[in-house]
C-alpha cells in the first residue's frame, strides 16, 4: 500500500474531507509521493548499513575502512571477506582462528602449520594461481602473525590425478571441459 492510499485510509473514518477531490486528493498524492521516497531511501540505509544484507555502497563503504580490499568476485564473497576481518581480534593466532579469519582475503585459504616458526597456505579448490595473488598474499601477510615463515602451496591438476579417477580420454572429452573445468570435476 502505498502512502498516499494510507493517508486516505486513515482520514476516510473521519468523513470531514473530500479525499477524491483534486485540492485536497492532490495534496494527499504528493505527500504520499515523499513519503514513499523516504521509506526507499530508509530501506536502502536499513540494508546497506547491515554486514549480512549489504549488496552496493555499503560492503564498499566498510571495504575502504581497510588497509587492504579483499579479493572476491561478488557481493556475498566480499561480504563474507569483510566479516571474517571483522572477527580478528587479541586472541585470534590459534590455528582454527587463523583459518576462520583467513577467509578475509576474499577466497578459501588454508593454512596448516609446517613445523617450527612456519606455516603454509593453501587455496583449496582452486587450481594454480589465485587470480588477484599478489593482492591476496598481502592479506594474508597481514592477518597471520609476522614472526611466522609463509609458504604458499597451489594445486595445480596432474595427468597423474587424472589417470588416477580411471577416466579415458573419451569420457573426458564426452564432457566438453575447459582446463578450469577439469579440474574442478576432478575434486
Known sequence: MSYAQYLRE???????????????????DVLGTALDGAEQALDEVEREADLTRAETW??????????????????????EALAALLRIGGDSFTLEAINDTISGCGIPARVEESGGQAVTVSFPGTAGMPQGFEQLKKIVEDILPPHLSILYRFWYLTWGELEGRGTTWADIEEQNLTWEGMASWVE
Not at 486513515?10 to 494527499?28: D, K, M, T
Not at 555499503?58 to 561480504?79: D, K, Q, W
Open 58 to 79: 555499503g560492503l564498499e563503504n566498510l571495504a575502504r575502512l581497510f588497509a587492504r580490499r579483499p579479493v572476491a568476485e561478488s557481493s556475498r564473497a566480499l561480504a
Open 10 to 28: 486513515l482520514l476516510r473514518p473521519l468523513g470531514v474531507y473530500n479525499l477524491e477531490a483534486p485540492f485536497g486528493g492532490g495534496e494527499l
